[in-house]
T-cell receptor, first 115, second 114 residues
Framework: NAGVMQNPRHLVRRRGQEARLRCSPM?????VYWYRQLPEEGLKFMVY????????ESGMPKERFSAEFPKEGPSILRIQQVVRGDSAAYFC?????????????FGNGTRLTVT | GDSVTQMEGPVTLSEEAFLTINCTYT??????LFWYVQYPGEGLQLLLK?????DKGSNKGFEATYRKETTSFHLEKGSVQVSDSAVYFC?????????????FGKGTKLSVKP
């Protein structure tokens, strides 16, 4: 039973380019969460999605960042016109349900470097 | 606002030493509390949790007790092993037991020497 799969593991982008980070949740999980980990910091919640719906995007920067979780395929976190401050590790997590005591399962993260 | 504060690392211990990693929190309402562990190059894994005051979470020899009076959730282990070397994160959730929108501390890196 494969865990949460994120790709790529490492992504290098020049300033101004777009970054696309993919997350395939565990089988049977319909809830996806994205977190960002800046150097020497803890993880910060970004967005919570169910299939085709954004449930909570209170942690998403207002500009350049977007997320989706389509009916088919992985969840995508998209960062347009990247800047150096976007360099971080981005973690995806999934759960079978959003409320109650469902544990979160984290992927191994995508490490984005903006040069 | 709501927050989690952990002791700063790195913490370096010899094998079989006693471990304490302090964690305190600030939250409105009654949060659930968690400890996560991150091994090098991997994602976070839930280590243990407690959902109400005086609950004790335990797993793999690690323990933490939810102390409402001191707003703390300190992680302890009686005898650490080299394989326990990792980064440990304390976290809280304001949504009952749901872990979706977690607030994390900055993490404490633990290195255990043989």
């Amino acid at each position: 039973n494969a865990g949460v799969m994120q790709n790529p593991r490492h992504l290098v982008r020049r300033r101004g380019q777009e970054a696309r980070l993919r997350c395939s949740p565990m089988k049977g999980h319909s809830h996806v969460y994205w977190y960002r980990q800046l150097p020497e910091e803890g993880l910060k919640f970004m967005v919570y999605l169910q299939k085709e719906n954004i449930i909570d995007e209170s942690g998403m920067p207002k500009e350049r960042f977007s997320a989706e979780f389509p009916k088919e395929g992985p969840s995508i976190l998209r960062i347009q016109q990247v800047v150096r401050g976007d360099s971080a590790a981005y973690f995806c997590a999934s759960s079978p349900r959003g409320v109650d005591n469902s544990p979160l399962h984290f992927g191994n993260g995508t490490r984005l470097t903006v040069t | 606002g709501d927050s989690v504060t952990q002791m700063e690392g790195p913490v370096t211990l010899s094998e079989e030493a006693f471990l304490t990693i302090n964690c305190t929190y600030t939250a409105t309402g009654y949060p659930s509390l968690f400890w996560y562990v991150q091994y090098p190059g991997e994602g976070l894994q839930l280590l243990l949790k407690a959902t109400k005051a005086d609950d004790k979470g335990s797993n793999k020899g690690f323990e933490a007790t939810y102390r409402k009076e001191t707003t703390s959730f300190h992680l302890e282990k009686g005898s650490v092993q080299v394989s326990d070397s990792a980064v440990y994160f304390c976290a809280l959730s304001l949504y009952g037991g749901s872990q979706g929108n977690l607030i994390f501390g900055k993490g404490t890196k633990l290195s255990v020497k043989p």
